[in-house]
């Protein structure tokens, strides 16, 4: 692992794991899917406009459009769709930990359809990450049990699925499209169904243009999906999705962070048990010998 991967890898969790806090501040004065859509066709404009200046080349291929239109409804329809529908019923932190406890799904995704098989050491780190991850939401189950935290919990899955299967996509098109590019289309392509929904259920006209929800806006647009998915997209050119996404169990510890400081979130000896287990999971699928690879179906 390089340096410069380990510190881009970092930060994209961290830009992924302030997404959550800034929706439920900037959700008070916009429709959730008004507030979706604006996200992401001002990310994918920038992206996109970016290129542009710099030359960038189009995407080629009916299979490489398909893959990026599959990533946009994946990753940005779907995900987008649950998240911004999630923060109205429950917390940031818990939010960003159940969206990603998405690697072991990922990791039998990557195992169908990117040839991607984990030794013993990488499916250990695994499953430590993920008894990490249960262990800090502990503490939140006792509430589960509330009919707006469960519809709240089931728009966060469906948000995590689409992310999912979008990051196995995203590892499949590889090189065979600019990054920024890539990025930039699935975001503006993803918008469309969102906009769809928003001016059909949602009257955009409710939107407040306050302070809080414009620096929201800007902040989720250009540092929690923009900047992050081109780092992002650009690591899968050159890592294995397990390796790479091992380190999603940083999200929900960064999210704790967050819920502690700003939202009175409560950070017990429990929790502090399941960041040691996250850790030493992301550790040690990183520390595994490259997965061994296989064609794809066989």
Request: aromatic content about 12%; proline content about 5%.
């Amino acid at each position: 692992m390089t340096k410069r991967y380990f510190v881009t890898v970092i930060l994209v969790m961290f830009l992924w794991a302030i997404c959550f806090p800034l929706i439920s501040v900037g959700i008070n004065d916009a429709p959730h899917l008004t507030f979706a859509s604006l996200r992401a066709i001002l990310a994918g404009a920038t992206l996109l406009f970016i290129a542009f200046c710099l030359n960038r080349p189009m995407p080629r291929g009916r299979q490489v459009w398909t893959i990026i239109i599959s990533i946009g409804l994946g990753a940005t329809t779907l995900g987008f769709f649950g998240m911004f529908h999630a923060a109205e019923f429950v917390t940031p932190g818990l939010a960003t930990v159940i969206a990603n406890t998405q690697p072991l799904l990922a990791a039998f995704l990557a195992y169908l359809f990117l040839g991607e098989v984990l030794e013993g050491r990488g499916k250990v780190g695994l499953l430590l990450g993920f008894i990490g991850i249960v262990i800090i939401t502990l503490p939140s189950f006792g509430a589960a049990g509330r009919p707006d935290q469960l519809l709240g919990i089931a728009y966060i899955v469906l948000a995590a699925c689409g992310i999912t299967v979008s990051n196995v996509l995203i590892r499949r098109l590889g090189n065979r499209a600019d990054p920024l590019v890539a990025m930039g289309w699935q975001m503006v392509i993803g918008s469309i169904p969102l906009g769809l929904l928003a001016l059909s259920t949602e009257n955009p006209t409710d939107l407040v243009w306050s302070t809080r929800f414009t620096l929201s806006l800007v902040s989720l647009s250009f540092a929690g999906t923009a900047l992050v998915y081109w780092l992002w997209s650009a690591i899968l050119q050159d890592v294995e999705l397990n390796r790479a996404n091992a380190f999603s169990f940083l999200i929900p510890i960064f999210g704790l962070s967050m819920g502690l400081i700003f939202f009175n979130e409560s950070l017990g000896w429990i929790q502090v048990g399941g960041i040691t287990l996250s850790l030493a999971g992301i550790y040690l699928v990183n520390s595994s010998s490259s997965p061994e690879m296989r064609a794809p179906g066989s």
